[in-house]
């Protein structure tokens, strides 16, 4: 028999199987099999690639990290060996819900049920796309295989199988070797934690946030698409504050606000050398702020003979800037 010949009973023997594999699902029949090994695969939880090998007849195990909150699906990339891809339809994957025991590397006997099949047809190179959320963002693409159904996690694991689907291929493909890349789908969000520090470092009074102008619940944090993001704290205890934050996706950034009271406050600048008296009390380090009760308020400053006074009138919530120079200027004449 020559080689097109093989080649046609191999694909009436993958229609065949296809076949038995829809009355199996149909049903939902759980299988008992075993592969000839089990190889794990990690997801990083960074988004780096992680790659393993894993021949015809052998599973994947792909393991989850524990961190998921921006993940919602898988990415998996085959180079498929040229002797599976001579054979066009050769090879089959599956994903099962229900698998007994565990899937561990250890174990090569094994319970489930197929759900989700399919094959790599004449290609080298394969991207299969994995959801595991319903209500996914991961889009339809020409260049990979997304899947219409959540596979089932069994404590934080994905189970997948290679298997021969037609008879009468060449014995190469039983020695040939698939190379596995798996890498997380994130989500397009990242998540903004606002941690406000009381003036004296105690218990924060009530305060409220806005994002983007949004009044916001940010207790636990709160999911924001990547960019610039404008925050703001309105309290009736302190100052208000505004910050803008940049988000990255699939990072948590948290921001730090130390709140300053809701007391007048006072900046002064002066030449050195000049003393400084705020209602009549020397302020011997005038580098910070001062804050000041409401209402009428002097400050003297005192340079050698010169002095001079300035009045504020201060009104919670409000800022003085108190500024005085010495100018000198130079004539000249004949």
């Avoid at 498929?80 to 025991?101: C, L, N, Q």
């Avoid at 489930?112 to 959320?133: C, D």
């Avoid at 610039?228 to 704290?233: D, E, G, P, R, T």
Wanted: neutral net charge; charged residues 20%; hydrophobic residues 40%.
């Amino acid at each position: 028999m020559d080689l097109e010949s093989k080649r046609e009973n191999g694909k009436k023997s993958f229609v065949f199987f296809l076949i038995l594999f829809f009355l199996s699902s149909t049903v939902a029949v759980a299988e008992q099999f075993r592969v000839h090994k089990s190889v794990s695969l990690p997801i990083s939880r960074s988004g780096s690639k992680n790659t393993v090998y894993a021949g015809v007849n052998d599973c994947l195990v792909i393991e989850l990290p524990s961190d998921m909150e921006f993940i919602e699906g898988v990415e998996l990339q085959f180079k498929v060996p040229k002797e599976v891809a001579a054979w066009r339809d050769s090879v089959a994957y599956s994903f099962y819900d229900g698998i007994t025991p565990e899937p561990s590397s250890s174990i090569i006997d094994y319970n489930g049920i197929r759900r989700t099949t399919g094959t790599f047809g004449s290609s080298l190179s394969a991207t299969i796309k994995i959801p595991l959320k319903r209500n996914h963002s991961i889009k339809k693409d020409a260049y990979s295989t997304l899947l219409g159904s959540v596979p089932e996690v069994v404590n934080g694991k994905i189970f997948l199988r290679l298997q021969l689907a037609m008879k009468g291929t060449s014995d190469d493909i039983y020695s040939a070797m698939f190379q596995v890349s798996g890498k997380p789908l994130f989500i397009n969000k990242g998540k903004l934690f606002v941690q406000p520090i009381a003036p004296d470092k105690g218990e924060v009074k009530p305060y409220t946030v806005f994002i983007d102008g949004t009044q916001t619940d940010v207790s636990g944090g709160v999911l924001l698409t990547p960019g610039l993001h404008n925050v703001n704290i309105v309290s009736e205890h302190y100052r208000n504050e505004f910050r803008t934050v940049t988000v990255e996706q699939a990072k948590r950034h948290t921001v730090n606000v130390e709140l300053m009271s809701i007391e007048p406050m006072v900046r002064i600048a002066a030449p050195e050398g000049t003393l400084v008296f705020l209602d009549d009390v020397h302020v011997p380090n005038i580098s910070n702020p001062l804050f000041v009760t409401q209402g009428e308020h002097q400050i003297r400053f005192v340079i050698g003979d010169y002095e001079m006074v300035r009045s504020i009138s201060a009104l919670k919530g409000r800022t003085y800037n108190v500024n005085i120079s010495i100018n000198a200027t130079v004539t000249e004449e004949e």
